[in-house]
């Protein structure tokens, strides 16, 4: 079975820190992804990866980066975090090994609900 | 441009009830996948279904079945017998072949309840 897990079920941060969110999936897959999910506007993409230390924006990449080193791991950084940045995120990866055919399923982690205060 | 709408935010039924869960999308691709996922109260999106825009046959997994209309752009999902486990939100979305890194479009989300 795929394994996607995010480093926190639950974070509360104060506005202007710098968060960290992490992703690890065990089954050697190529893209991974990050959304966030918001009530009545379903999950929007913020950032993607394709490879060890490449990264394309989503629809909603401001005030967010990525970093991938590893391929197992995916990063998302909030650099200054602020109150509208409060959100549930999704992490989420997908085996492909060509880009152009890029349709395989997504597989997501459990989520990290982040409050900003 | 790719859209994906559920136009039923909440769905309330009791248990033993037939529910179908609307999705309509729209995409200017030839080539295309649809996916029902399920996000249960824990919060993990459970994959459901992934299928591609060539195969129109309707699919059937136990309580659950699928119903794909190419001529609607149309892809909705009924269970049969619904169960209180069934509650959720459901989650259909879009893939376009030709789009870069297979991102996916979500639609709103569909909150099914089913009472005991």
């Known amino acids: 079975d795929v394994k996607v897990t995010q480093s926190s079920r639950y974070l509360v941060k104060r506005t202007g820190e710098k968060v960290f969110l992490e992703c690890v999936q065990d089954?050697?897959?190529?893209?991974m992804f990050w959304y966030r999910q918001d009530p009545g506007l379903g999950l929007r993409l913020i950032y993607f990866s394709y490879d060890v230390k490449m990264k394309e924006k989503g629809d909603i990449p401001e005030g967010y980066s990525v970093s991938r080193e590893k391929k197992e791991r995916f990063s998302l950084i909030l650099e200054s975090a602020s109150t509208n940045q409060t959100s549930m995120y999704l992490c989420?990866?997908?085996?492909?090994?060509?880009?152009?055919?890029?349709?395989?399923?997504?597989?997501f982690g459990p989520g990290t609900r982040l409050t900003v205060l | 441009a790719q859209k994906v709408t559920q136009a039923q935010t909440e769905i309330s039924v009791v248990e033993k009830e037939d529910v179908t869960l609307d999705c309509v999308y729209e995409?200017?691709?030839?080539?295309?996948?649809l996916f029902w996922y399920k996000q249960p109260p824990s919060g993990e999106l459970v994959f459901l279904i992934r299928?591609?825009?060539?195969?129109?046959q309707n699919e059937i997994s136990g309580r659950y079945s699928w119903n794909f209309q190419k001529s609607t752009s149309s892809f909705n999902f009924t269970i049969t017998a619904s169960q209180v486990v069934d509650s959720a939100v459901y989650f259909c979305?879009?893939?376009?072949?030709?789009?870069?890194?297979?991102?996916?479009?979500f639609g709103q989300g569909t909150e099914l309840s089913v009472k005991p």
């Open positions: 089954m050697d897959h190529e893209n």
């Open positions: 299928r591609n825009s060539f195969d129109e």
């Open positions: 979305a879009l893939s376009e072949y030709h789009n870069q890194g297979g991102k996916l479009i």
């Open positions: 989420a990866s997908s085996l492909d090994p060509e880009l152009a055919a890029s349709t395989d399923t997504q597989y």
């Open positions: 995409t200017r691709d030839t080539t295309y996948y």
